[in-house]
Every structure is written in C-alpha cells, then in structure tokens.
C-alpha cells in the first residue's frame, strides 16, 4: 500500500513563507511526477506544481516566481517553498504522485492558511 505523508501546513501572514513536506512509502512502480494541488473551500482541486523525475517543473500561473517545487528522488520525497504568501493562497493542499504505469496516490492534505 502506498502512503504519502505531508506535513509543514499551517497559519502565516501575508508576505510570509511556509515550506510543505511529502514523503512517499509503501510497494509502487517508479515515481515519474510528483506534485501538489490545492481545493479552496467549495471548490474544485486545481493544479499548483509538479515535477519529473528529470527535474523538470511547471507552476500555475499565480505561483510562478513565489513557489518552488524540488524532490529527492532517492528518498522519494518532494517539498514545495511557498514564499511571499498571499490571503488567495488559504487552501488545502494534497501532494500526489504518478508511477511508471500512470497510477495517482495522494497525501491527506494539509492547510496552509494566510491571514493577518
């Protein structure tokens, strides 16, 4: 059973940094992606950032030059720096992974909240 673990989650003030954890365990193919989305409350997942097993990374747009996303591929673990936070980043975000045969595990969530 594969298991993924996030942790760092919690309550900022605007113009702060958080960094988020995710640790992956358990019997899986390869790890060919790994990433993070985020659910406002009533709303749907949508995509923050994602990075390959070759390193390569891709951010949505409100993010780009404020998150950074890196993984340790030996350790199986990812981290996302989330730095100069704004109040419309509040959400709860889920680390995933993709293996070699497209399967997607996800973490439990963690909630990152950005409030004065």
């Known amino acids: 059973q594969v298991q993924l673990v996030e942790s760092g989650g919690g309550l900022v003030q605007p113009g702060e940094s958080l960094r988020l954890s995710c640790t992956a365990s358990?019997?899986?193919?390869?790890?060919?992606?790994m990433g993070w989305h985020r659910q406002f409350p009533g709303k749907q997942r949508e995509s923050v950032a994602e990075i390959t097993s070759g390193g390569r990374s891709d951010y949505q747009g409100s993010v780009k030059g404020r998150f950074i996303i890196s993984r340790d591929n030996a350790k199986n673990t990812m981290s996302l720096q989330m730095n100069s936070l704004k109040p419309e980043d509040t959400a709860i975000y889920y680390c995933y992974v993709v293996d070699q045969i497209w399967r997607t595990y996800w973490g439990q969530g963690t909630q990152v909240t950005v409030s004065s």
């Open positions: 358990g019997s899986m193919f390869s790890i060919q992606a």
